[in-house]
């Protein structure tokens, strides 16, 4: 047995949902434990060797200053996982997220593992410390606090997984933690989308959102039923791209604020349309959730755009997938707090062939190869002549926009299965 825990939302930790699911199909129960904020996705739903063991939400610890309200949430939350971890059946590993985060949980889990006679294994996605110095500043004492709990109670870990080799390098210069470099790779269901399922995905949102719904009434083909990228035949059923579709981006954020870099570069893309470029018109589909996505969907309602459409739905599971295997291009505004990971939205992006402008930070070059498979920007002037330059040759097989796609297809990355048993099953003692 093996208990898989997240001191966060289970829906939204795709990489620890992935770790069940290799758990599993090695025949191990695994009790996946975490909030149930999100729904997992449905291929942990239904495995009989997954049990969810949930955590419940902590609400009301808002009242006095704020450094009461963290100490106070912290003890619940001590309190609170450690009687989770204490009722499930014995298991014999602990594998826990580390971050968010690892205070409290890296102790709790290792006080769990004396009891149960378990072994812990930590798998580091960044420092919990360096995203609190974001809000704190990195001399605040909190953030000292942190850092210092990370480095101690880190060394008490049977094994370590973390997710860049930049990360394994600095585990060890400074917290004397060795691990073992998994990097993220895309599930089997992150991969190029047959036309016709994206002509039903299209007609699907199409119900809810204007933007995927056909520009204007096709009467040469009055049976034909249309997306706004895709035509389906009334009579023989078969699926063609609309002519003179527009350019499908696709970007999923956690709205903290750096998507202000890609809505900035859209009145830059629409100006070289008005100066007469021939660039496609561009559906723009931000996806995601978070806490400043109202005030960002306020100021996406004032943007008057002719040749631009935005939308910022929030994806079913299954639909995410199928999307980013549909479209043009993904732009992502991720940033590390530590400079030590990689964005897992890329890798999925990689996984359906989707060539992507990313946002530049440190180790960015371990999994984005600049003018290879996607290009790295710096500011909202830079994305927008990159979006300029990709989609100038739209239409044509000779673009850049289509050479990356290329060069990702004959890549043949590992998928997450292949990795993870490379890499994690021999610390499980598995003989296979």
């Known amino acids: 047995r093996v208990c898989v825990a997240v001191l966060g939302d289970l829906g939204r930790s795709p990489r620890m949902q992935y770790h069940a699911l290799a758990l599993a199909r090695h025949g191990r129960e695994v009790a996946l434990l975490g909030y149930l904020q999100n729904r997992p996705h449905r291929d942990v739903l239904r495995s009989g060797n997954i049990r969810l063991v949930p955590l419940a939400e902590l609400r009301g610890l808002r009242v006095g200053p704020?450094?009461?309200?963290?100490?106070?949430?912290?003890?619940?939350?001590?309190?609170?996982?450690?009687?989770?971890l204490l009722r499930i059946d014995q298991p014999s590993y602990i594998l826990l997220q580390q971050n968010p985060p690892g205070l409290p949980s890296i102790a709790v889990a290792w006080v769990a593992g004396l009891?149960?006679?378990?072994?812990?294994?930590?798998?580091?996605?960044?420092?919990?410390?360096?995203?609190?110095?974001?809000?704190?500043?990195?001399?605040?004492?909190?953030?000292?606090i942190a850092k210092w709990y990370e480095k101690l109670c880190g060394r008490l870990s049977d094994y370590n997984l973390c997710v860049t080799n930049a990360m394994k390098e600095d585990l060890w210069v400074n917290f004397k933690i060795k691990a073992i470099t998994l990097y993220d790779k895309p599930a089997s269901y992150f991969k190029e989308t047959p036309l016709d399922l994206q002509h039903n995905l299209f007609m699907k949102l199409a119900k809810d959102y204007e933007p995927f719904k056909p520009r204007y009434y096709r009467a040469v083909n009055p049976g034909a039923e249309s997306s706004a990228f895709t035509e389906r035949d009334?009579?023989?059923?078969?699926?063609?791209?609309?002519?003179?579709?527009?350019?499908?981006l696709i970007s999923s954020t956690s709205w903290t604020g750096w998507q202000s870099v890609l809505v900035s570069s859209l009145p830059d893309y629409e100006q070289f349309i008005k100066d007469g470029a021939k660039l496609p018109a561009l559906v723009c589909v931000i996806?995601?959730?978070?806490?400043?996505?109202?005030?960002?969907?306020?100021?996406?309602?004032?943007?008057?755009?002719?040749?631009?459409q935005i939308c910022t739905p929030w994806l079913e599971a299954e639909?995410?997938?199928?999307?980013?295997?549909?479209?043009?291009?993904?732009?992502?505004?991720?940033?590390?707090?530590?400079?030590?990971?990689?964005?897992?939205?890329?890798?999925?992006?990689?996984?359906?062939?989707?060539?992507?402008?990313?946002i530049h930070f440190e180790c960015l070059h371990e999994l984005v190869k600049h003018n290879e498979n996607g290009l790295i920007f710096r500011d909202s002037k830079e994305l927008a002549e990159q979006l300029k330059m990709l989609f100038l040759e739209f239409s044509s097989l000779e673009g850049k926009l289509h050479s990356f796609r290329q060069n990702l297809r004959e890549s043949r990355q590992l998928r997450w299965d292949e990795s993870w048993d490379q890499m994690v099953l021999p610390l499980l003692g598995d003989r296979e």
Not at 294 to 301: C, E, K, P, S, T
Not at 330 to 357: A, E, N, Q, T, Y
């Open 66 to 84: 704020k450094l009461c309200q963290y100490v106070l949430k912290v003890l619940v939350q001590s309190v609170q996982l450690l009687y989770t």
């Open 115 to 144: 009891f149960w006679g378990s072994k812990l294994i930590i798998d580091w996605h960044n420092y919990g410390y360096t995203i609190m110095s974001l809000s704190h500043g990195r001399n605040h004492p909190l953030v000292q």
């Open 234 to 248: 009334g009579r023989s059923g078969d699926v063609v791209k609309t002519r003179g579709r527009p350019a499908l």
């Open 287 to 308: 996806t995601g959730k978070g806490p400043l996505k109202d005030y960002y969907n306020g100021l996406i309602q004032k943007l008057h755009f002719k040749h631009i």
């Open 319 to 358: 639909d995410y997938p199928l999307l980013l295997g549909s479209a043009d291009l993904g732009v992502c505004l991720h940033k590390s707090s530590s400079g030590l990971d990689l964005p897992m939205k890329v890798v999925d992006m990689f996984g359906c062939c989707l060539p992507v402008c990313a």
